[in-house]
């Protein structure tokens, strides 16, 4: 069943919009969702949020609502409650208690930058404003609840956090494919597949579409996970902006080595497209997106 006061299916066809148009509303709205004034609280925060970046989830967000025949528009600000989440875990993952990274996006890490207080500070901004978003969307009130659980949901003891800290403490005999699996499903997908429901409930999808959509989130998560342990083990600072070779703990990469990981890249790609169509926009853009990554998908 949808969501309450979601948009109707329709026979329309539905006509995307390109990922360079999707890129580009996204920007414009996360520069107005976020304050703009010369606090170093405020400032922290839109240098977490809107250096540069490829945008994913908001725009599978977007997309995965026209693919069920809403308007991508329709997800929106979810999108940007989603990147905003993304944002935030990227800004707590680099603190020197986690990976002590020093460069994000081709830049000294926020921590580095502006201080570990102001950081940490506008991490929590940012989580508190993707949940303000979604409650001042002109959305009804049973699809704000709805988009809140999902992005709660992610964030806490079953998403982000709890991966993160399986991943930084979890013992080396646990780290075997089953646990690294589990820790990917966590750290993740969670916000893949959060984006794409959260998406196809706001653009009117039944259960069966977010049933596929959900399929297809878990596919690309993995797949994406597995195209990081990659790029950590085998790319370098400069291609990345990021640095490598950060993961200390056995990956995907130390269990199965280079060619296996290679081909459970493709294998996951192929069941993404399985669950939403190989000639959609939706599976379309992922691919293309690997396709840069030159992972021979």
């Known amino acids: 069943m949808a969501i309450a006061g979601a948009r109707p299916q329709t026979n329309t066809p539905y006509a995307p919009a390109s990922s360079a148009e ?62 905003m989440v993304h944002a935030a875990s990227l800004v707590l993952d680099d603190l020197p208690c986690m990976d002590d990274a020093a460069l994000r996006r081709g830049q000294p890490t926020l921590h580095r930058r502006r201080g570990e207080d102001a950081a940490v500070l506008a991490a929590v901004a940012l989580l508190n404003q993707s949940t303000r978003v979604i409650l001042q969307t002109p959305l009804h009130i049973e699809d704000r609840l709805a988009a809140i659980d999902l992005l709660t949901h992610a964030v806490g003891f079953e998403g982000l956090a709890q991966g993160q800290m399986r991943d930084l403490r979890d013992a080396p005999g646990d ?34 579409d977010i049933a596929r959509l959900t399929a297809f989130g878990e ?18 600072v400069e291609a990345l902006g990021k640095d490598v070779g950060q993961d200390d703990e056995a990956t995907f990469v130390d269990l199965w080595g280079e060619g296996r990981v290679r081909a459970a890249v493709r294998q996951s790609l192929t069941r993404a497209g399985d669950a939403v169509g190989h000639d959609s926009a939706l599976n379309q853009y992922v691919l293309a997106l690997f396709r840069h990554a030159d992972l021979g998908v």
Do not use: W
Not at 60 to 79: C, I, K, N, P, R
Not at 179 to 196: C, E, H, Y
Not at 221 to 229: E, H, S
């Open 219 to 236: 596919a690309i998560g993995f797949a994406f996970q597995l195209c990081d342990d990659l790029l950590d083990a085998y790319s370098t």
């Open 22 to 83: 999707l890129h580009l509303q996204v920007q414009a709205r996360l520069v107005e969702l976020v304050p703009a004034d010369n606090s170093l609280l405020s400032i922290s925060a839109r240098e977490a949020l809107l250096g540069p970046g490829k945008r994913v989830r908001p725009l599978l967000a977007m997309m995965a609502a026209g693919h069920v025949g809403g308007a991508a528009e329709d997800a929106l600000d979810y999108g940007c409650a989603i990147e």
């Open 175 to 208: 780290r075997d494919a089953a646990g690294l699996r589990q820790i990917n499903d966590l750290k993740t997908g969670a916000l893949f597949i959060a984006a794409v429901q959260g998406g196809a409930r706001l653009g009117g999808g039944d259960e069966a």
